[in-house]
Structure formats: structure tokens, C-alpha cells
């Protein structure tokens, strides 16, 4: 499983991409927004830094305002995926891309039908929401789970990309339930790294090699 950031936050992706584990990154509306930025010049800077896929979402509603947008979208750079959203027109943009050889990633997945039809219209990657179906008592793992089932078995090469994680769980769960890249935000990332016997040696090796004579 690969990692994506999930963030427009040029700091954030700058930090974790110096890690060497970023192959992606993810942006919605929602995260544009907090950054007061011009979408098309964040977007530029993101891929000059980051080689693998950087989705950029759409918002028109109709089909034909999206393909506009997301071909726009596309010239940025050509590791740009248009992200649109799980409704009959977001298909139909999806089909389009596709026939132009754009990549995209379909977004707000709750069902497998979803992720099924999303592939199956074309989408290069699928996006179920893990914490999002948490948060409403559902159970986000186990659409994980099926969803990779489902692709496994018909042989179908749309990637999945766990969204809406929310903690660490979430990441290896993710992992060992078939989703080929999680989209993390950088908190969780961080969260990553922790363990407590990691700091403790750290120390105590420290400690050691200052007694020396
Ligand atoms: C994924 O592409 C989405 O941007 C994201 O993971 C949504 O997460 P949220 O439910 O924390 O907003």
C-alpha cells in the first residue's frame, strides 16, 4: 500500500513528501478553502514537488461543466487526476476523461456498487471514506474489504485509495484489507512514527554513548 497526503497545505506536503513516503496527494474543496490560495497555482506547486498523482477536484454538477473544468485541470501538469463525484453526471465526466486518456479518481464512495461502477465508467482510483462511514456507525473496513474482493475477483486494475482516515488503525487496516494507497492527513502521518520503545532506545542509546570515556 502506498501513501498519499491528504491536504493543500504546501508546508504539510513539503514535510511528508522529505520523508521519501508521499506517492501522491489528495485536495477537496473543503481543504482549498482553508488555504485561501489560487486552486490552479497550489496545484502547480504541488506537482512540480510531488512526480505521482495529485488529485484536484471539480465542482461543477453537470457533466459537461465538469469535463470543462478537469480538462483545464489536466493542462496544470500530467500527473494531475480530476476528481469528481459519485453521481451519474460524475460517471459520465469519468468516461470522457478516460476516452482522453485523463486519470481520475472518484470520490465519496459509502457503497461497493459505487466503487464498481466507478471502475467500470473508467476511473483510474476510487475513494471510500473510512472515517465518514465510522462516524455514522457504519462499518468503513469492511467496505474496504469488499470493495478489493470485488475488484480481485473480475480482475478490475482501479486502484483504491482509503479516504477519510482518521488514525493509525485506520492505516494498517487499510493495508492488510487490500486498499493500494491510504490518503492520510499529515497528523495522522505523524502518528505514524510513534512508539514509545523507538523514543526510549533513542535515549538510552544516547545515554550510552556519552559515558564513554
Ligand atoms: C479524500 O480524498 C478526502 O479528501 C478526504 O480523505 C476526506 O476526509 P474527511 O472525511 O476527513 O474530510
Redo the contacts with the bound molecule.
Sequence with gaps: MKFFI?TANMNEITEAHSWGIVSGV???P??VAKENISFHDRLKEITELVEGSV?AEVISLEAEGMIEEGTRLAQIAPNITV?VPMTPDGLKATAAFAKKGIKTNV?LIFNANQALMAARAGASYV?P?L??LDDIGHDGMQLINTIADIFAIHGIDTEI?A????HPQHVTQAALNGAHIA?C?IKVLKQLFNHPLTDSGIEAFLNDWNKQK
Excluded at 479516504?163 to 482518521?166: C, E, F, G, H, K
Design positions: 491528504d489528495t485536495t477537496n473543503s481543504l488529485s476528481k470520490t475513494s471514506f472515517g465518514r485509495i479516504a477519510s482516515i482518521r490518503t492527513p
